[in-house]
């Protein structure tokens, strides 16, 4: 029987599963919601998508398993709460009108969801596959599971890819426990049963996850936390600690008693690297008598970003968000409006090379929510009149006269008018 450093006997084994067994229906009863009472537990894991032990990764180490916690968290201690275990990768029906289009309730996890969602609809429009007679909004909702299997598993491994350097790592669950984790450590009943399988050839990597695609959308199979343990193994701990500056040591922060992510993950996820800042390049900074580096985006992406917060703006804090996020090489951009986290895109991959295609030009619209049936799609014009600027009466709402959606596209295309086409406008 093959052995390895760390793992315990089959006898402590058993021992240890009986153990953790007990932990996790302790935490189950501290965690879950009482109104999720009938959602299965979120520490058992579906046996589809659970991996033999046989299958020739190498098992997670209790260095590496300290190691995440630390740079997700900055501490050993915290555990993903039940919001982010039950999150995944979860399309809508197949062949709907929105069959190209991920779940993704509001949370912690819904910016990585949603990366995906970009990175999904960039492989549907533009990728080899779609073909010359892709690049229209009918024939995105013309996909068969298959083909949102297929999208995943490219999305999911091109963001592997990118951030490994050509190279990419996969972490999957397996049916034993790798480690006994020590007095300082806080079980989960799931990072300790960690395999991690290493590619260096990119359609290798997209074969296995295709191949594995249910453990990444599954209900109850933690794709979410799985594709982001893969994304830090294939940038590699050493990385990413030279990603991130003085000002940021962790990829998680708490808000409002949840775990998001931050800016630095974003990054990771959109360039390949760890950039807590939204500007290009670096900018030495002083604070506090003390000189520090400030790392920003250092490359343009697949797809973009767009940010924007009403409140950080009526206080003079809204962040400047480059040209290298402003302009990726598709046009499909993730946007974060006040906290939450959606997608635009355009049909037409020459809007980001040809300024004649900026005059006017449609957008579409995806945000997640269950209550989205349908894309929304917005005329933009930049050419032909200006949008006004906000009068000085301070009285009404502004939200209604000035939808935050609309504002977002203005980062990108400043004094551009907004056409609705009918759809009410998001407030």
Not at 37 to 62: D, H, K, M, W
Not at 115 to 132: D, H, K, N, Y
Not at 232 to 248: K, P, Q, V, W
Request: hydrophobic share 35%; glycine share 8%; charged share 20%.
């Amino acid at each position: 029987m093959t052995t390895y450093p760390g793992v315990p006997s089959p006898v402590s084994r058993l021992f240890l599963s009986q153990r953790l067994m007990e932990v996790g229906k302790e935490e189950q009863q501290e965690e879950a919601p009482p109104t999720c009472s009938t959602l299965p537990a979120p520490c058992y894991i579906p046996q589809r998508s659970v991996v033999s032990t046989n299958l020739g990764g190498t098992p997670v180490t209790p260095q590496l398993t300290e190691n995440l916690r630390r740079i997700l968290f900055g501490g050993t201690f915290h555990v993903f709460n039940y919001e982010w275990r039950k999150s995944y990768f979860q399309f809508r029906e197949a062949n709907s009108e929105l069959s190209y289009a991920l779940d993704a309730d509001r949370g912690g996890a819904q910016a990585i969801q949603m990366v995906i969602q970009a990175r999904v609809i960039r492989e549907l429009l533009f990728g080899p596959s779609s073909g010359t007679g892709r690049q229209s909004l009918h024939s995105l909702q013309d996909v068969g599971q298959g083909d949102q299997e297929k999208a995943l598993a490219v999305a999911l491994s091109d963001s592997l890819w990118l951030v490994g350097e050509e190279k990419a790592t996969v972490t999957l669950v397996t049916e034993d426990y790798c480690i006994t984790p020590h007095l300082d450590y806080k079980l989960d009943n799931f990072t300790e049963k960690l395999q991690l399988f290493t590619f260096d050839k990119k359609d290798d990597v997209r074969k296995f996850i295709l191949d594995h695609i249910q453990c990444f959308k599954e209900e109850g199979s933690h794709g979410v936390i799985l594709f982001l343990y893969s994304l830090i193994c294939s940038r590699t701990l050493d990385r990413l600690r030279d990603d991130l500056d003085s000002n940021t040591s962790h990829l998680l922060h708490l808000s409002l008693g949840n775990f998001v992510c931050h800016q630095a993950l974003l990054s990771l996820l959109l360039t390949g690297r760890a950039s807590p800042q939204l500007f290009n390049g670096t900018l030495d900074s002083s604070e506090d008598g003390l000189e520090r580096r400030l790392q920003g985006i250092l490359a343009r992406g697949d797809v973009g970003y767009l940010y924007w917060s009403r409140e950080q703006m009526d206080r003079g804090l809204l962040p400047q968000v480059g040209s290298m996020l402003k302009t990726p090489r598709f046009p499909v951009w993730v946007c974060c409006i006040n906290g939450t986290y959606s997608v635009l895109f355009s049909l037409n991959r020459s809007l980001l090379s040809d300024w004649r295609m900026e005059h006017q030009f449609q957008l579409f619209y995806y945000n997640g929510q269950n209550s989205h049936k349908t894309t929304t799609r917005l005329t933009v014009d930049t050419h032909s009149h200006h949008w006004e600027a906000p009068s000085s009466d301070p009285g009404g709402d502004l939200e209604k006269r000035f939808p935050s959606l609309e504002m977002i596209i203005r980062t990108k295309w400043a004094g551009a008018v907004i056409n609705w086409n009918g759809t009410d406008p998001f407030y």
